[in-house]
């Protein structure tokens, strides 16, 4: 007994007898409303603690030496065959890598950007083309002339016409002139146009008949096209159907595929042409590309280090002309980085609203040679590449991603225009971390609001109900 009577005068909250308190309506609404704030601010609270909150550092880059860079890319270049289109990449420690097919694809594309055919092939390139060893510079010609008025009349005529397109001032035409017109003259002799007519050996002086030449699309020089009667043309779309020849060009290699051609064509008594079986034909005649653009997508992988991605026309056996060059293009696609998925950077966006706003920054614009910018005119972006990536509270990396900034430009060259990206990655990468919220603070905040609220309340309804009695006091001496 004694024990709980002294344990009951350490009581902090005495208790006031029920009979000794006084209810009145002011302390009522201010219970209410004590009581309403206090719900209020407790939902804010635990909103707050519910939230995700992150912190955002700048740091050194913690990629691993010999790390590599994804980059995506879907470009369109309107005026750019896919017969000769070529993705290069080269950076300051040495790489150069030409002509990348394995991760590329191209599909032929109208000045409209729509699609004109499936994808286009570029083959197996040769090591070395072929020529005559001996060039006789008093041969005979053999192959005829065709020009804009009598190409169309010539390709139907003949089942097969193969046509030389050159230009005068191209050296591998020249090295081509003497074993194409021997060729023409075997298979003339062989096959009298007049008599036999099955195949013809022809020419187009590109320099001469620079409409004609780029309505068959040829940018590269020489370009050998096989046209075959009736088929050369698609009714749907207009666009051309024909073959070009990438073999050997002396003159053995080039009279054995024009056999190889007429052999392939029907007798009377069949309705199919026969299939060529033979393999060195096979190799060295492909698809020629349906119309005179390209889009270019795919991916490449590249060395962290400042370096370059240049689109270009290439061959190993083509001239080109630079100033009919034009690299104007669209820009469908450039990202850098493993994919992101839509969702989620949606997701991340809840949390972090700025994040993902620059990582495609060039997507959907366009980049024109206009016709006061005048010929070889190379369009180059510089392009800085900086890391973020996001941590969780434990560690995890939940994404990472690179964003960029680019400036564009135009520039005259020397060489064949080109499109060029510079690329520059930053050595420092954003590291943006969710951060840890305790439990103790969040239900120290709630006390202190419960607490907080009932003591100001209690000051207020003390305040206000003495100065009520005050006013009666007033008022009763008033009437004394």
Known sequence: MFSATKLKSVDFYRKIPRDLTEASLSGAGLSIVAALSMMFLFGMELSNYLTVSTSTAVIVDKSADGEFLRIEFNISFPALSCE??????????GTHRLNITKTVRKFSIDSNLR????????????????????????SVEGSFSLTTHNFDNYVHQFPITVVNFYAPWCSWCQRLKPSWEKTAK????RYDPEMDGRILLAKVDCTQEGD????????????????????DVRSEHGHHEHESYYGDRDTESLVKFAEDLVASLPTESQKLALEDKSNASAHAKRPAPSSGGCRIEGYVRVKKVPGNLIISARSDAHSFDASQMNMSHVINNLSFGMKVTPRAFS????????????????????????????????????IQIVKTEVVDRTGYKLIEEY????????????????????????????L??????????????????????????????????????????VELGKNF
């Open 403 to 430: 964003e960029y900034t680019a400036h564009s430009s135009v520039a005259h060259s020397a060489d064949i225009p080109v499109a060029k990206f510079h690329l520059e990655l930053s050595p420092m990468q954003v």
């Open 212 to 231: 004609l030449c780029k309505r068959n699309h040829i940018q590269g020089y020489p370009s050998i096209r096989i046209f075959r009667k009736g088929s």
């Open 84 to 93: 000769f289109a070529s993705v290069d990449v080269s950076d300051v420690l």
């Open 115 to 138: 699609p004109t055919g499936a994808e286009f092939h570029s083959g197996t390139a040769a090591n070395a083309v072929k020529h005559d060893d001996e060039v006789d510079q008093e």
């Open 432 to 473: 943006i971390t969710e951060n840890q919220k305790s439990f103790s603070h969040f239900i120290t905040n709630v006390c202190a609001i419960i607490g907080g609220v009932f003591t100001v309340a209690g000051i207020l309804d003390s305040i206000l109900h003495n100065t009520i009695r005050v006013m009666k006091k």
């Open 186 to 189: 075997i298979m003339k002799e």
């Open 347 to 382: 997701d991340l966006k809840l949390l972090i609203p700025y994040i993902g706003s620059s990582h495609d920054r060039l997507n959907g614009r366009s980049f024109s040679n206009t016709r006061h910018l005048g010929a070889n005119v190379t369009i180059e972006h510089y």
